[in-house]
């Protein structure tokens, strides 16, 4: 038997998250980038970076507003995610942008596809630490109003989006099976990730808005039953660079919202 997480929700950690023991502040509000290419993108596109090395990533902050936004990444897995989040929190962020990547669970999903991610089905284990999970089909809600400032920036911008969705999120990308993708299919995912619902947890229980925009990676609806990688065609690199741009200018906007 594990130890019940959610027995001891109320009670603080005894090792204080990465932030509260350093000085070093960040702006109000951070975007997280989950793919190494999209923090490329952002590099290179979006005005000059202060870079510092953020446990296995990077923190960028603008050289000239070094208190506006900020944007960490790469990272993967809800452990990790999770990890940056609470340091990002504990550093003075008070609003988050995550940008990430899906698997397609739906046929109504293609690669380049635009997701906002309303719902997460829990199937990590870092939410158990952050929720109460004795229920049979954990489900975590990304923030109602923040995600709705999200669908306003698409659509003024004019781009399509699959809204309302609910996604799986997984610890195992190799363990995808058949047998899974059909049950959480049947429970209403569209797309699978690894590290939202976690996200979203933590975010909740340190009373953080939070709200997820993935574009659509890869697909494992196919009729035949076998995976579909869409990371080389032109239009899920076309739709990256949208979503970086709508995700860059959002944060910003909420960085200087405060």
Not at 20 to 44: H, N
Not at 138 to 157: C, F, I, K, N
Request: glycine fraction near 8%; aromatic fraction near 8%; charge should be negative.
């Amino acid at each position: 038997m594990s130890y019940p997480a959610w027995s001891d929700l109320n009670s603080p950690s005894i090792v204080p998250p990465s932030g509260e023991r350093k000085a070093r502040r960040v702006g109000p509000a951070a975007l997280m980038v989950s793919a190494d290419p999209d923090m490329g993108l952002i590099r290179q596109g979006f005005g000059k970076w202060q870079s510092r090395a953020f446990f296995n990533s990077s923190l960028l902050v603008k050289e000239d507003d070094p208190l506006g936004m900020s944007v960490t990444g790469p990272y993967i897995g809800a452990p990790y995610g999770v990890m940056l989040l609470e340091s990002l929190i504990a550093k003075g962020a008070q609003a988050v942008i995550v940008l990430g990547w899906c698997g397609g669970l739906s046929p109504d999903l293609a690669p380049g596809d635009l997701v906002v991610v309303e719902n997460a089905l829990a199937d990590e284990g870092t939410s158990r630490h952050y929720m109460d999970l004795r229920e049979d089909l954990p489900t975590v809600t990304a923030d109602t109003r923040l995600t709705a400032t999200l669908l306003q920036s698409l659509g003024t911008a004019g781009l399509d989006t699959h809204t309302h969705a609910t996604i799986w999120t997984t610890d195992a990308i190799y363990r995808e099976t058949s047998e899974k993708v059909a049950w959480y299919t049947d429970k209403g995912a569209c797309a699978v990730d690894m590290e939202c619902s976690a996200l979203f947890a933590a975010a909740a229980f340190r009373k953080i808005p939070i709200a997820a925009l993935l574009v659509v990676s890869d697909s494992l609806a196919r009729a035949d039953g076998t995976w579909d990688p869409g990371f080389d065609k032109k239009r899920f690199k076309l739709m990256r660079k949208q979503a970086c741009g709508i995700a860059m200018e959002l944060t910003g906007t909420l960085a200087h919202g405060f």
